[in-house]
């Protein structure tokens, strides 16, 4: 099984790179995590942010591999507790499929990645800074599979 996080964004300051490639190499080789970087879409001034949006939105899905299952990252979508995403992270493990975790740039998805996507997971109810989001997601995913696998990293 492969998990592909597909994020909008540039190069990442060291506090983010850090611990994003700390968790991802703590995980097992059974559960590869990969990172894959799409660069933000061109906003310029007086207009809206729908055309930046829309570049974003084709270069992720254009990454998405057409057989993965797609988790789209958003505000709206189902919350879970640590031990609720150790199951479905489970789920995920037992199914065999490969999965893509979409994250938006600063104005969200479009509706063609919710669309594709199968599920829309919020990390939190609040508005997160990008880079915080990578660190955060690193880790929830390290965590979940800790809880799997019996590892005491979760107390």
Not at 30 to 52: D, F
Not at 112 to 117: L, T, V
């Amino acid at each position: 099984m492969r998990i592909r996080v597909i994020a909008v964004g540039g190069k990442m300051p060291d506090w983010v790179s850090t611990p994003v490639k700390e968790y991802s190499r703590r995980l097992p080789r059974e559960l590869a995590l990969e990172w894959i970087e799409v660069p933000l879409g061109k906003r310029h001034k007086g207009s809206g942010s729908a055309q930046a949006i829309a570049e974003e939105s084709k270069a992720l899905l254009r990454a998405v591999s057409e057989r993965d299952t797609v988790v789209a990252l958003d505000v709206r979508g189902k919350a879970w507790t640590t031990e609720q995403l150790a199951g479905e992270l489970a789920d995920w493990q037992a199914s065999g499929d490969h999965y893509s975790i979409l994250i938006g740039g600063p104005d969200g998805l479009s509706d063609d990645c919710y669309q594709r996507a199968r599920l829309r997971w919020s990390l939190s109810p609040l508005t997160l800074p990008h880079p915080l989001v990578r660190v955060l997601l690193a880790e929830q995913l390290y965590r979940a599979w800790s809880i799997n696998a019996g590892h005491p990293y979760h107390k």
